[in-house]
RNA sequence: GAUUCCGUAGCUCAGCAGGUAGAGCACAUCACUUUUAAUGAUGGGGUCCUGGGUUCGAAUCCCAGCGGAAUCACCA
């Protein structure tokens, strides 16, 4: 165990003292609220009897004692509301221990509380409940941060954001705009689920754990199963069984998923991470992009009551429809270079001629994907349809119905970022089979993210699969636009992060069972000898010494030990 | 992976011509019956990220490491 702050201990001490006034720190029964912070808010008028009587229940966040009576603020899971408590209220006999001891010493910030009483608005003006009981619902043992703030300004703001990430039940306790963010994202999803279940999609939940990591391209996490004995992907995407569900015969499946890549982290990239993926049968990707659109567009509306969302520095409309404009268009408008009929050896001069790096790896697909990603993709900021891609990067899509070195497949551009991703799907089981082995020469060349073959959805596709277009969208991606959040770790209760670094420092237990007293033990701790073990490798003469000194100069007063007792300690 | 910046009290931060470690909030004690960043008084609290080096002396200077942030590169 970690030595405790002051504070701690402190807190740690009222939690006895509770106890020993036979208040239980921790009850355990129900405890039956009847409003909340901001319904009283919303509601409540001088004139209202709504609120004569009303029981809450939240977190003890800041307190202005003064002498006989006290405000503090409680925090619910809607906001926070003043409190008004008042001693010989809460004590209306003799014995003033409730509020004295109870209220005003064994009380701290973050306790849980629940209170009983009447609204009114006090003198200031601040709607308020007038508290004619409470009862301890749970102690705090650790401080909070404490942020203030007058007139909008914050003070001491809690903003490290590692401290944010890690302990992010503290950021959402002391930093209330951080919950709405959830919240957002809450409403998006559910957004997304209702305009699917009312066109009767039917939501579904497919394997996580793959045995072939397929759908995309990208470096999987891999896991073994003791009992099969055999390697399990965890999913990069799970395009390939939605469709599976498609020959099975549903006209329309989605599943909200978490898929894992193992891969780089930054501000828009997590290992896992969750997308939306739709298929629909009997429809192309023009009906595909209709979808979407109005999916978008009803998802800004239900956020912000608008299709216009600030995101950084620009504002972009939602409003459909998107413009939409072909892969090859988007390159000739951005570099003046037709690539439409070059073969691999004219894209590598190209890629050469507008100094883009290239490798002997990379196939034409993946040639033409890095000049438009370098040409072209931070510069659609507006929500754009980019359409047509080239078979050789699409293995999954159909191929174009007028041009067969196209694919009908098409990307949401949004602030420059990828948002959307999808096909009139491949449902040809002959040309599919060709196009994974065309990966399996990608991956023959040293392209480690080309698929492996799924022989079972081949299979699949065999016994057929209709006509279906289908769709993916990034959510943490779409989360981020919608709530102008610059990171994804802002729209992840939980991003990854590297393991916590433990303490390197031995238990205080380690010296105590060596024999060592524990003043004695917190002295040699506090003069850096961290670790029992190393101790023992120094002259206890030495030590003794040091302890001495130490004891002298920091006028602890304690008995300094004799060389003996020092040799003993350090011979476990 | 590269570059830049950062790491001091529970929180936010100051201190860096090297010379006994500071403020505000929080905490503790006292006063105060409608305050609101409540107020007034008093007080406690720190391996100054870790390890090495320079020095009589390092929070401060140098080196290395760890952790974090930003930008870039790589990666869907």
Redesign the pocket.
Known sequence: MQQL????L?RRD?LQKLRELGIEPYPAQEFKVTAYSQEILDKFTPESTEFINVTLAGRIM????????S?C?LQDSYGRI?L?I???EICPGEDKTLYNDVF??LL??GDFIGVTGYV???????I?V?VSSFTVLSKSL??????????G?I?????????R?RQRYVDLVVNPEVKQVFLQRTKIINTMRNFFNEKNYVEVETPILQPIPGG????PFITHHNALNIPLYLR?ANELYLKRLIVGGFEGVYEFAKDF?N??M????NPEFTVMEIYVAYKDYNWMMDFTEEMIERVALALHGKTQVQVGDNIIDFKRPFKRITMYDAIKEHTGVDISNMNEAELRTTCDKLGI?H?PSMGKGKLID?IF?ETC?ASYIQPTFIIDYPVEMSPLCKKHRNNPNLTERF?LMVNG??LC?AYSELNDPIDQYERFKEQLELSAKGD??AMFIDHDFVRALEYGMPPTSGMGIGIDRLCMFMTNS??I?DVLFFPQ??PE?K???DDIEVYTSAGIPQEWAEVL??M?Y?KYAALTEIKYTKVHQELCGYNKKHKLDLVNPKPEDVKLWLQQ
């Open positions: 702050s002051e504070q701690e402190i009222s800041s307190r202005r004692i003064m002498g006989k009576a405000f603020e003043q008004y008042n001693r010989d005003k010493r701290d910030i009114f608005i006090t003198q200031v003006g601040e308020s007038h650790r401080p909070l941060p404490i942020v203030k703030e007058k007139d300004v003070y001491d703001a809690f903003t490290d954001p590692e401290q990430y995309a391209s990208a470096r990069i890549r891969e780089g930054d501000r828009t990239h790096h490798e890095e990603g993709e990307e970022k990828e991703n480690d993210e610059p990171s770790q992060m590297k670094i303490s390197h420092k701790q506090t850096g961290v």
